[in-house]
């Protein structure tokens, strides 16, 4: 069974609008963290944002943030204000606990943004 | 720079020729990942690095495949006797010390791999 799951593999979205991009996750570890990254054309791959399992509050950075429902078991992104500089993959990945140190990646979805 | 860096940035190299990679983690950083990337889809996990313990070495998809890494410095990626199926791009990304869920890990650029 997937271990996350990113249902979205393109999206295209008007410049300045805001983008939900979609994760869900399956763990049973209480103890985990979500990372989203963005990759553009270029190829780098880039940190974004970090929600941990039992934090209270949503993560942001930024136009980045972080819908989380932990009892859904999701982790979506959310990026506001979209820029033509979005346009990327962007990966969504999960640490559980007891593994202490592998990342299990999504798909990926690529995003563009139409100006 | 305080980033990773990984050369060459390109190699193209024919087929059954040995190729090496190099990763050059962020200093103070004990975690080392390599994964693989091939066009259009997402990582795919190689090994693992931490201090001075044994890797995990159960992402290499053959044993031409092999990893050093020296203390918690420089890693270089072996491919021996390459194949077309071996193109991709080989990411290499570091970390702090593990011990706890929050540790982002940090790339390099990348080495992008083509097999003649």
């Known amino acids: 069974a997937q271990k996350i799951t990113q249902t979205q593999p393109g999206m295209f979205v008007q410049e300045k609008e805001a983008v939900t991009l979609d994760c869900t996750y399956d763990?049973?570890?209480?103890?985990?963290?979500l990372f989203w990254y963005k990759q553009p054309s270029s190829g780098e791959m880039i940190f974004l944002i970090y929600?941990?399992?039992?934090d209270q509050q949503n993560a942001t950075e930024g136009r980045y943030s972080l819908n989380f429902q932990k009892a859904r078991k999701s982790a979506n992104l959310v990026i506001s204000a979209s820029q033509l500089g979005d346009s990327a993959m962007y990966f969504c990945?999960?640490?559980?606990?007891?593994?202490?140190?592998?990342?299990?990646w999504g798909a990926g979805t690529k995003l563009i943004i139409k100006p | 720079g305080a980033g990773v860096s990984q050369s060459p940035s390109n190699k193209v190299t024919e087929k059954g020729k040995d190729v090496e990679l190099r990763c050059d983690p962020i200093?103070?950083?004990?975690?080392l990942y390599w994964y693989r990337q091939r066009l259009g889809q997402g990582l795919e996990f190689l090994i693992y690095?931490?201090?001075?313990?044994?890797?995990?070495k159960s992402g290499l998809p053959s044993d031409r495949f092999s990893a050093e890494r020296t203390g918690e410095s420089v890693s270089t990626l072996t491919i021996q006797r390459t194949q077309q199926e071996d193109s991709a791009v080989y990411l290499c990304?570091?970390?702090?010390?593990?011990?706890?869920?929050?540790?982002?890990?940090?790339f390099g650029d990348g080495t992008r791999l083509s097999i003649l």
């Open positions: 690095f931490q201090g001075n313990s044994a890797p995990d």
């Open positions: 990304a570091s970390s702090h010390v593990e011990g706890s869920t929050n540790q982002p890990q940090h």
């Open positions: 200093s103070g950083h004990t975690a």
């Open positions: 763990t049973s570890d209480p103890s985990y963290g």
């Open positions: 929600q941990g399992s039992y």
């Open positions: 990945a999960m640490r559980e606990g007891g593994s202490n140190y592998q990342l299990i």
